[in-house]
């Protein structure tokens, strides 16, 4: 959400900048802007819509300059458009910002009763006025932005530009990440370390409350009280960084490939081949834990449901799930037998690194599973365990799900392990099915192609019903939400047996049914629900193997999947879900990787 690149370099930086808010249109936007100094003026471009827009005004209005700041803005307060676009400008100052600010009426009160002038509906342009005003009383750059972050609340990250300075540029974050990239005589930032692959590996990640001066020979890093401080230079692997397509049409389509190889090297990391057990810290302990509560958002949400069937099954564990954005308004009840677990792809989600805070005074131990070892998350958990999934770029998430789904399986068995509840062959045996997991997910991907036909049906559909049961109603979950996503079709989910209270009223002609039941003890149950929708002349797609498939007799529709071990089914069936999704979007002509209103990380609550 939102993505902010700044450059003090030795050359032109709108090109470099350009190109580096490019490497962050991942994030999701839908407007953008870019501001430098040359020769002493302040000046600024910015556009509504896609970059290539703010290509072409570059282009007719050239921006040149050594320094700059660039911003992707996802809107938030008031719509798209170019005066509520980033860079936001007042006096000598411009402020590109990432987040909320909590108590911007209150200051565009106070500022409009000193006589400020606002252009814009933006909480962000209250801050440039508030600095600009510093200034105009005769302080430095500076004490102007130090001064004017005491009087924000709320989450942010901040790059200040000032008029008459070349070699300046002063940052901060809040609840929000934000990186510093060293070079040699140049020195950058970054919402993350993708912004800046293209131009340095040597990275360093503020701290929650911090900010820097930056200037061509270096950075000054403050803490929240405003004390010098060092943090920790890390060098990145650029190629992991680097993205691009790989030959693929979209990110998403070249993120589904990559699963088989993905698992295949996280299983290697927690549980290389010809071992016996699992690899994992060794103050994890799931022995003295009377209750896991699990925390995340969105397609992670749906992860952790998964998962909730595997500890309470092969851990006896009780779990308690929760959304993030709930957790900590509803006074959750908390003791120090519990641990809790956070699910994040970003490791920045606002609203889970929010929870993660909350809960962390009150239980045993603070656990994530995250695919950003370096996110704010990872740091300010007692145990992070990356995914190893690599950079995901297309919004709709696909292998940073499934790899979650691995890492939260293996969890589950080590803790069965821990507790009792699992012997040594148990444990075992499901070992070796996770083993398995690549090669029947690649058997999953080769259906691609009676997906797509299938997909063309559901394409001309204006609402799409998703039943499953057990571990099968959460994949139907992230069914309707990948179809949400990214081809716009109004989709829901319901447990099957659900479906005789209330949604069954539904189900027309027109109404396509996606039915996930591979032939395991609910496979009865679940067919029996899905006669019920073709009663009513629904349009049933049955997703199952060649034993259910056989099971259920004369089925309009049918998706033959591999036959696999229960265990391992939803991350086999997630390969489907998302399949689906990709080839109905595609069928309808809308925008796969980057779709409407929507961001890959959620950084603002």
């Not at 020769?39 to 290539?52: S, T």
């Not at 012997?423 to 997906?451: K, N, W």
């Not at 189900?507 to 032939?519: S, T």
């Not at 265990?567 to 999704?581: G, T």
């Amino acid at each position: 959400m939102c993505g902010i690149i700044g450059i003090l370099g030795k050359h032109e930086v709108s090109p470099q900048i350009l190109d580096g808010l490019k490497r962050l249109e991942y994030r999701g936007y839908d407007s953008a802007g870019i501001a430098t100094v040359n020769r002493g003026q302040l000046d600024l471009r910015r556009a509504v819509g896609k970059l290539i827009n703010l290509s072409d005004a570059l282009v007719h209005a050239p921006l040149p300059g050594r320094v700059g700041i660039g911003h992707t803005r996802w809107a938030t307060h008031g719509g798209p458009s170019v005066a509520n676009a980033h860079p936001h400008r007042a006096g000598r100052v411009a402020v590109v910002h990432n987040g909320i600010i909590e108590n911007f009426r209150a200051l565009r009160d106070e500022l409009t009763t000193e006589g400020a002038q606002f252009s814009s509906e933006t909480d962000t342009e209250t801050i440039v006025h508030l600095a600009s005003q510093y200034l105009e009383q005769g302080v430095s750059p500076i004490e102007a932005a130090r001064s004017t972050l005491k009087r924000l609340e709320g989450a942010f990250a901040l790059a200040f530009l000032f008029e008459g300075e070349e070699d300046l540029i002063i940052c901060a974050r809040r609840g929000s990440p934000l990186c510093i990239g060293h070079g040699t005589g140049e020195m950058y930032l970054g919402s993350d370390a993708i912004a800046l692959a293209d131009l340095t590996d040597r990275i360093t990640y503020l701290e929650e409350g911090d900010w820097a001066v930056l200037t061509h020979d270096g950075a000054q890093i403050f803490d929240a009280e405003d004390r010098q401080t060092n943090r920790a230079m890390t060098r990145i692997n650029l190629d992991t960084a680097r993205v691009d397509k790989s030959g693929h049409k979209h990110f998403m389509a070249k993120e589904m490939a990559e699963q088989p190889g993905v698992l295949q090297a996280a299983m290697g990391c927690y549980a290389g081949p010809g071992s016996t057990g699992i690899t994992l810290p060794p103050e994890l302990d799931f022995s003295a834990t009377d209750r896991l509560i699990m925390v995340a958002c969105g397609t992670a949400h749906y992860a952790c449901q998964v998962a909730k069937y595997w500890f309470e099954k092969y851990a006896g564990l009780a779990v308690e799930l929760d959304i993030a954005s709930e957790f900590r308004y509803r006074d959750p009840v908390l003791g120090p037998s519990n641990m809790a677990l956070f699910v994040s792809q970003s490791g920045e989600t606002a609203d889970t690194l929010a929870a993660l805070r909350h809960v962390k005074p009150h239980v045993a131990q603070v656990v994530s599973v995250i695919n950003v070892p370096t996110s704010s998350i990872a740091r300010e958990s007692d145990v992070a365990l990356p995914i190893h999934a690599g950079p995901e770029i297309g919004v709709a998430s696909t292998k940073a799900f499934t790899a979650q789904l691995q890492v939260l399986a293996l969890l589950a068995l080590q803790a069965g392990l821990q507790r009792g509840v699992l012997d040594a062959r148990d444990f075992a045996a499901h070992l070796e099915d996770l083993r398995t997991v690549p090669g029947y997910v690649a058997q999953a991907l080769d259906r691609e192609e009676d997906i797509r036909r299938l997909s063309e049906l559901l394409s001309r559909a204006r609402d799409v019903l998703f039943l499953g049961r057990g571990v099968m109603f959460p994949l139907a979950l992230e069914g309707a939400l990948k179809l949400k996503e990214i081809s716009y079709i109004h989709a829901e989910a319901y447990a099957a047996g659900e479906l005789k209270h209330g949604p069954i009223a539904l189900v027309d002609k027109d109404l396509p049914v996606i039915v996930f039941a591979p032939f395991d003890g609910l496979f009865e149950k679940t067919v029996s629900n899905m006669q019920e929708v073709m009663a009513r002349q629904g349009k049933v797609l049955l997703i199952s193997d060649a034993q259910g498939l056989a099971h259920a007799g004369d089925v309009p529709y049918q998706l033959q999947m591999p036959s696999v071990p229960a265990f391992i089914a939803p991350i086999v069936y997630a390969v489907p879900a998302q399949l689906i999704a990709y080839h109905t979007a595609l069928h309808r002509g809308t925008d796969v990787d980057q779709p409407r209103n929507l961001a890959k990380s959620v950084t603002v609550e």
